[in-house]
Structure formats: structure tokens, C-alpha cells
């Protein structure tokens, strides 16, 4: 039986010592898990582990930790593939690393405490439905094509693997979370909900709501049930933004209006258009400008400077809004071809929607069969 190294980060605070790193060697069948070699050295080894665990089957979402730096479920990880993941690049006989979830205080070893960091998240959100008027005698009767939309948030189970890879918390932990906004979306998509505008305005105007997302899909990666928060909080948005039109302080909106505009004019981004288009928008907006604007235009000066300085402004003239290059030939008519698609379509992809419908030949079709070759032909 194949032998794996563990290095396990440690933390035990009755001994007063700060974490540390410990190897152990497991003799494991290349098939199970993570999970089953660090139960392993719990059992034979070293009595002291300890590891947060229940149904070893992904899905009850226990067992979240980051292995080899990645956050997962350690029931799903096969300890075969994270050897050669912590391998990949040397072909070594590196370890395989096991660490707490990020973004989280560490309670003893592998064991987190989520209230903080994903809980609080969650009942920050309201996660229940708020309906409107009094409850049916039973049950409330939605056409079940008005609930596939949130079937990918459904599928949550709560690990937290999106809160410990989420790049945003790391900078601001005060960021409500993909989890938790996930959950936001499986409410506000809900048709027997009755404060969905209530809920966007909510998570809009909130400067750790849903314009603190940057993007870096790093929960998307991290989910083992393929929920895409990261897709939850864009369908929030685009709730927000486009159909229910809340302009919040957070500038969210305008922002994400001016990145639109811009690309459809000239296929890039033009920065320094964007700030100004961002803040003050129209002609009346740049001659008389809002003193919002004013104080976003002014604190974002840094912003420039530092930009600048690390070249991703690489002149001054690059500065001046409307300098910036349009794409060459036809190009920016192929982009505003995309954007009317994307405008009279608005699809949204939800990974548990699967497959397609067998199309049935219409009743006058005929069945053309092949010719038959002359050559085989007996």
C-alpha cells in the first residue's frame, strides 16, 4: 500500500506556543481521502489531531480545510491527487499540505470557528423567506420553472471552502461574503419572497455588500458543489443595478454603467474616462458636478498616483479622458453586435440546469436514409 507524507499545521493554545508544522507518514489506499489519512494519523499516531468531520461524503460540508494551499473539503480531496498536485512541478516527494481555512480564527489545529467569519454572514442576509400576507392553510404553490433559478444557490452545504478562498475578505474582513450573498440570491430569486427590493437595497447601499466583490473567482474555484457565488453576487447586481435601478453610495452602480458604456464605444477601457464617467456622468454632470462627485474624483488622485508609479499608467497623456485608443477596422462593431445580443437575450447559466431536450422529427419530415455505395453493393 502506497505510503503519503502529511504536513499538518498545528495549533494547540493550551500550550501557550504559537502553530507549527508536524509530518506524519500514512499508509493509505490511493482512492480515499485526505480526510481518512489525517483520521488515520488521529488513530495510530498522534491522539492530539483534531479534525472537524461528520459525514464523509460531501455533504455535510465538516470537513473544510486548504490542502496544498487550495480550499476544499478533505472527504472529496483523493490523497492520491493532492500527492501529485504537491508534485506537480518537481516531480519530488514533496508533502502533502494541510492547513486551517483562511479568513478564519483558528480554534485548535484544523478546526475553525466559523461564527464570525460565516454565520454571522449568513443571518446578515435575513435567510428566510419574508412572503406577503397571510400563510396559505398549507403550503405556498409556485410553478416549479420559477424556482430553477436558484436552484445553484440551493446547493449550498455551508462549508465555508468560499469564505477561506475568498480574496475580498482577506483585504476586508468587514465583506459580507460569497456564502452569505449566495444565500442573499436564493431568497431575492425567490418568487414567494416579497421583499426582494428591500433585500438589493440592503446589500447595495451596504459598502461590504456587493459591489466590495473584486471579481477574482477564486470562490468559484473553491465551491465542491458548484454554486459560483461569485455568479450569485452578479445576478444581485445586475438585480440591483438594471431592473430595480438603486443608485447606491457605494458608486456600484455608475461604476459598472460607465465600464459598459466605455467598452461598447471602444472595445478597452479607457481609466481615466472611466473615473470621470464613473462620478460624473452626462454632459450636466461634468459642468455641475455633485459634491459626491467632487470627493470621489479627489480621493481617487492616490489611486492615479499609484498607478503611475507601478506602470499600469504608463504616460500622463494616458491620464486625460478620451485619449484612450478605439479598436482598429470593424472590431467595435463585432462588440456592439455582442452587447445587443447580450441585451435582447440577458441569459443566465445555472450550472444544475443540464442537457438538452430530444428534439422530435416534425410528422411531414421525411427520413433521408444514406445512399448506398455503389462499390459495396453485391
Not at 430553477?148 to 482577506?170: F, K, P, R, W, Y
Not at 452578479?234 to 431592473?243: E, F, K, P
Not at 477601457?269 to 462620478?279: G, I, K, P, R, V
Request: aromatic share 4%; proline share 7%.
Amino acid at each position: 500500500m502506497p505510503e503519503y507524507t502529511l504536513k499538518v499545521r498545528r495549533y494547540q493554545p493550551e500550550t501557550g506556543e504559537g502553530p507549527y508544522w508536524q509530518e506524519f507518514k500514512v499508509d493509505l489506499d490511493p482512492d480515499l481521502s485526505v480526510l481518512d489519512g489525517l483520521l488515520q494519523v488521529r488513530d495510530r499516531t498522534d491522539g492530539t489531531l483534531v479534525v472537524r468531520c461528520s459525514c464523509r461524503a460531501a455533504i455535510c460540508g465538516s470537513c473544510g480545510m486548504k490542502v496544498n494551499g487550495e480550499s476544499t473539503l478533505g472527504c472529496k480531496t483523493q490523497i492520491s491527487e493532492a500527492h501529485e498536485r504537491a508534485n506537480r512541478r518537481d516531480g519530488g516527494a514533496n508533502p502533502i499540505v494541510v492547513e486551517p481555512m483562511a479568513n478564519m480564527p483558528v480554534i485548535k489545529d484544523l478546526v475553525t470557528d466559523m461564527e464570525s467569519t460565516h454565520w454571522a454572514k449568513i443571518r446578515r442576509v435575513t435567510p428566510w423567506l419574508l412572503p406577503e400576507g397571510e400563510p396559505p392553510e398549507r403550503e405556498y404553490v409556485v410553478p416549479p420553472e420559477s424556482m430553477i433559478d436558484i436552484t445553484q444557490s440551493m446547493a449550498c452545504i455551508q462549508c465555508g471552502a468560499c469564505v477561506s478562498s475568498c480574496l475580498s475578505m482577506e483585504v476586508d474582513p468587514g465583506f459580507i461574503g460569497p456564502a452569505a450573498l449566495a444565500k442573499a440570491y436564493r431568497f431575492v430569486g425567490d418568487p414567494r419572497d416579497s421583499q426582494a427590493t428591500e433585500r438589493l437595497y440592503d446589500l447595495a447601499q451596504d459598502p461590504h455588500g456587493i459591489y466590495d466583490c473584486t471579481h477574482c473567482f477564486s470562490c468559484v474555484d473553491a465551491c465542491p458543489k458548484d454554486v459560483a457565488p461569485m455568479d450569485q453576487i452578479m445576478r444581485l447586481r445586475r438585480l440591483a443595478g438594471h431592473d430595480h435601478e438603486i443608485d447606491d453610495v457605494n458608486n456600484g452602480r455608475r461604476h459598472e454603467t460607465a465600464f459598459v458604456k466605455i467598452i461598447e464605444k471602444k472595445g478597452t477601457l479607457d481609466e481615466s474616462l472611466l473615473l470621470q464617467e464613473s462620478y460624473a456622468q452626462g454632459i450636466k454632470g461634468k459642468l455641475i458636478p455633485r459634491a459626491g462627485a467632487l470627493k470621489g474624483l479627489v480621493g481617487s488622485i492616490p489611486t492615479a498616483i499609484r498607478g503611475l508609479r507601478t506602470g499600469k499608467m504608463r504616460s500622463l497623456p494616458k491620464l486625460i479622458p478620451g485619449v484612450h485608443h478605439e479598436l482598429p477596422g470593424d472590431a467595435q462593431g463585432h462588440v456592439k453586435r455582442l452587447y445587443s445580443h447580450a441585451e435582447e437575450h440577458r441569459t443566465q447559466l445555472n450550472l444544475y440546469i443540464t442537457g438538452e431536450e430530444e428534439l422530435e422529427p416534425e410528422p411531414d419530415e421525411e427520413k433521408i436514409e444514406p445512399e448506398a455505395d455503389e462499390e459495396g453493393e453485391g
